[in-house]
């Protein structure tokens, strides 16, 4: 088992930054990926990236590449998703979720493949 808390969302202005964090507990020692993902309102649950959490090699989607940033910080078994130049479009309820080895995906963005998600935080970015 495999608990997530998300956590730092918040209003901001276009062009603004936020740092969003996920902690992650239970049995992490077997995580082989985590991601983030938002949806907003009558639109389709989005990947966002991800990042693999023995390597620490990050992908992103083409709509955040350059943009956003994941990172980890093992001591704290927390990671961020540094979000800069933000878009109206941006806003959306962002979560992060996490894979388990052995758990066959067919993309960096197949949510079906993530087992476990956190409660997910609200980011609203005006114009």
């Known amino acids: 088992q495999v608990e997530l808390v998300d956590s730092g969302g918040d209003s901001v202005q276009a062009g603004g930054s936020l740092r969003l964090s996920c902690k992650v507990s239970g049995r992490t020692f077997n995580i082989y990926n985590l991601g983030w993902f938002r949806q907003a309102p009558g639109k389709e649950y989005e990947f966002v990236g991800t990042?693999?959490?023995?390597?620490?090699?990050?992908y992103y989607s083409d709509a955040v590449k350059g943009r956003f940033t994941i990172s980890r910080d093992s001591a704290k078994n927390t990671a961020y998703l540094q979000m800069n130049s933000l878009k109206p479009e941006d806003t959306a309820v962002y979560y992060c979720?996490?894979?388990?080895?052995?758990?066959?995906?067919?993309?960096?963005?197949?949510?079906?493949?993530?087992?476990?998600r956190g409660q997910g935080t609200q980011v609203t970015v005006s114009s």
């Open positions: 979720a996490v894979r388990i080895e052995g758990t066959t995906a067919q993309s960096w963005g197949d949510a079906q493949a993530y087992g476990y």
């Open positions: 990042i693999l959490w023995r390597h620490e090699i990050t």
